[in-house]
């Protein structure tokens, strides 16, 4: 099929393409409005369609000949375990869990926040909030308590799921202290919270409140699957934005259903039975859409690997893993990439491994830099995809289509529009620019299924931060641009998320906890280059007068402070302290020029800046640094 008529289709006649499209699911009612507005004027998609997702993803497979097929292997070279489970094993506990939830209250439409690492118990809560029709929210392991707190408050979360501990490489992470904490810090409080212990670490659990899943599990009776609406939210996600409060993304059940299941063979080449494994976290969109709903959706059997590219034991540990189980299909970020080049700069813990399963490596999260496009093609001698979304999508807005008509790679770019994504490049007025010219990256509507329709709680939110920019148009917040032949180019983000090791983070979040300390007057979080993880944060503090503090103690301060405020995970480890800041006359820090001076850009000085000297002092002191990009 050629990749042309398909995406054609797709533009030209959306409701005829996805009809078709939602055929492949087994409905418990099948849609006949296909694509209509909901009361805020959004496109939803299949809005009389009932469907259960936990279903599509696990009893369709049991009843269609695949109870026996792995469904799920977890692979845990920090703990040193291995299981494996049939999609008639996971169905069973996932159906057990459900039970439980539903015997401590939970139903359609309630909130379930879960907390876990990289454990098949993860996979199983998510997929049992699913089958009751409740809405599950996963947090990232490596956010701290307050992070955890923000989340149960804004999804005023019934029951929290957790795990006595997470292990990071050698370092155990105690969870359910952080839990501890978010409760006391949330305005809402969970009924009830249910902690999944693990050898490794005994929580101490709260009576009245915490319930210990073995012995739940043991007394549950298995609970059906809930009919829900096509429109009903199946999770919510909550990412980074500008400001310091995250964002609830939240997700259909109709349409996410229907736009992985399709991307699994589009996208991705997969049919039923092979294996795909995506190197990321259940925490994060890829782990909800690549380790969990997407492969099991399709019929596949999905890796939960609880481990490292390096360090787990070596930079052998994604090939070991390919080998063993067969895998077709990887999925990781490209820093994952950068950090195995890093350790094993010659390729020798790649040898003893046979990667014969292997077809196609998929990289996203963060851009995939030429240098590391070439040395992984040219490790693996296979197709290297680039491919671009985002969390608010849910699955990939460009992309090589592999299961249709693959195209020649070219380096830097994420190839072409998927089907569905009216995918344009305009300029500040709106207009579309030409070929090789650079824009803001937009997508004309209607979105395609599986797109938010709104953030959680905050339609205005939705409205004001993605559809207000451009009339007719959803704004990614990446800036790019496509060549002559139509390939397009995501070059960065034109505000203030940054990504660092392919995880997306909000400066705006860190500034309000650099802005925090008792010396700090004012500041900017920035995102540098580095070579490893992409981006990393830098703080410019400017001091309030009279203050006088030892810069290296500051600093310490400001990186305990932001590890405690949102986590490890932040990477805050730099803060410089300037005399200056670039200002307009009406006092908002210049952060688009901070951003262009980090990166080695041209910047035009704007009419309205407050003191111009500040520029080259800024820049000097960045240069001084090394924090400018070559
Ligand atoms: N729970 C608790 N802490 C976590 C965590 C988790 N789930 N994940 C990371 N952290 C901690 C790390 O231990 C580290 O702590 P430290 O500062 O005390 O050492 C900190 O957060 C920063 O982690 P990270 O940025 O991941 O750095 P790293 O040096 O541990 O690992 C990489 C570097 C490149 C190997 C790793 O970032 C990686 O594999 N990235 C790929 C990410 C990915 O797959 N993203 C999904 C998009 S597809
Ligand atoms: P997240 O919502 O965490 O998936 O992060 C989405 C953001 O990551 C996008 O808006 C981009 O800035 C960046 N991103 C993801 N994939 C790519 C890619 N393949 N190339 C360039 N940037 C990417």
Not at 463 to 492: C, H, N, Q, T, W
Not at 576 to 600: C, E, F, M
Request: aromatic share 8%.
């Amino acid at each position: 099929m050629s990749y042309l008529t398909e995406y054609n289709k797709s533009i030209a006649s959306p409701e005829v393409f996805w009809a078709e499209k939602a055929e492949a699911l087994e409905w418990f009612k099948k849609p006949e409005q296909i694509l209509s507005k909901d009361e805020n004027g959004v496109d939803r998609w299949f809005a009389d369609g009932e469907l259960n997702t936990a279903y599509l993803a696990l009893d369709y497979h049991v009843k269609n000949g695949r109870a026996g097929q792995v469904a799920l292997y977890y692979d845990s070279p920090v703990t040193a375990s291995k299981q494996q489970y049939t999609y008639k094993e996971l169905l069973d506990q996932v159906a057990r869990f459900a039970g439980v939830l539903k015997r401590h209250g939970v139903g359609k439409g309630d909130r379930v926040v879960i907390y876990m690492p990289m454990v098949p118990e993860a996979v199983v809560a998510m997929l049992a909030c699913a089958r009751l029709g409740a809405v599950h929210s996963v947090v990232f392991g490596g956010f701290a308590a307050h992070e955890l707190a923000v989340r149960i408050d804004d999804a005023k979360a019934k029951v929290v799921v957790t795990a006595s501990c997470g292990v990071e490489i050698q370092k155990i992470i105690p969870y359910k202290p952080l839990l501890d904490q978010a409760v006391e810090l949330s305005a809402h409080k969970p009924q009830k919270c249910i902690i999944f212990q693990r050898p490794q670490v005994t929580a101490e659990m709260i009576s009245g409140r915490d319930l210990d899943w073995n012995e739940e599990m043991a007394a549950a009776e298995p609970a059906d699957c809930a009919a829900v609406k096509a429109t009903d939210p199946l999770y919510i996600l909550y990412t980074s934005g500008t400001t310091g409060r995250p964002k609830g993304v939240v997700r259909d059940n109709g349409g996410h259903a229907v736009a992985l299941k399709y991307s699994m063979k589009a996208i991705y080449d997969m049919n039923p039975g092979e294996v795909f494994w995506a190197a990321s976290d259940v925490g994060w969109v890829v782990g909800h859409s690549y380790i969990v709903y997407g492969p099991l959706l399709a019929g596949l059997s999905t890796v939960l690997y609880e481990g490292k590219p390096v360090k787990t034991p070596d930079a052998g540990a994604f090939w070991r893993v390919v080998q063993e189980y067969g895998v077709k299909a990887l999925f990781a970020a490209p820093t994952a990439l950068r950090a195995i080049k890093k350790a094993d700069p010659e390729s020798e813990c790649l040898k003893p491994y046979d990667l014969s399963s292997l077809k196609t490596i998929y990289m996203a999260g963060e851009r995939l830099d030429p240098p590391t496009y070439h040395w992984v093609r040219d490790l693996l001698g296979l197709p290297v995809v680039d491919h671009w979304w985002q969390t608010e999508t849910g699955w990939a807005i460009c992309s090589n289509l592999m299961g249709i008509e693959p195209k020649q790679a070219k380096a830097g770019s994420v190839t072409m529009p998927v089907p569905g994504y009216n995918v344009r490049i305009l300029d500040s007025e709106g207009n579309e620019v030409g070929p090789n010219e650079q824009g803001a990256v937009a997508i004309k509507l209607p979105l395609p299924p599986s797109c938010l329709p709104t953030i959680w709680g905050d339609f205005e939110r939705f409205r004001s931060g993605y559809l207000s920019a451009f009339p007719g148009y959803y704004v990614s917040g990446d800036g790019g641009y496509k060549d002559e032949d139509g390939y397009v180019f995501i070059m960065g983000r034109t505000d203030d998320v940054i990504n660092v090791a392919g995880h997306r983070l909000s400066t705006g979040e860190m500034e309000g906890v650099v802005a925090s300390h008792a010396a700090v007057a004012e500041c900017a979080v920035i995102g540098v280059n580095d070579p490893l993880k992409g981006q990393m944060p830098v703080g410019l503090m400017l001091l309030k007068d009279g203050v006088e503090i030892d810069e290296g103690q500051l600093q310490a301060e400001l990186v305990r402070m932001v590890r405690q405020e949102i986590g490890a995970i932040a990477c805050f480890k730099k803060a410089i302290v300037v005399k200056r800041l670039p200002k307009t006359r009406s006092g908002k820090i210049l952060r688009k020029i901070l951003r262009q001076i980090a990166a080695g850009e041209q910047y035009t000085i704007p009419s309205t800046i407050d003191d111009p000297a500040s520029l080259p002092e800024i820049y000097d002191i960045m240069s001084d640094h090394g924090l400018i990009a070559e």
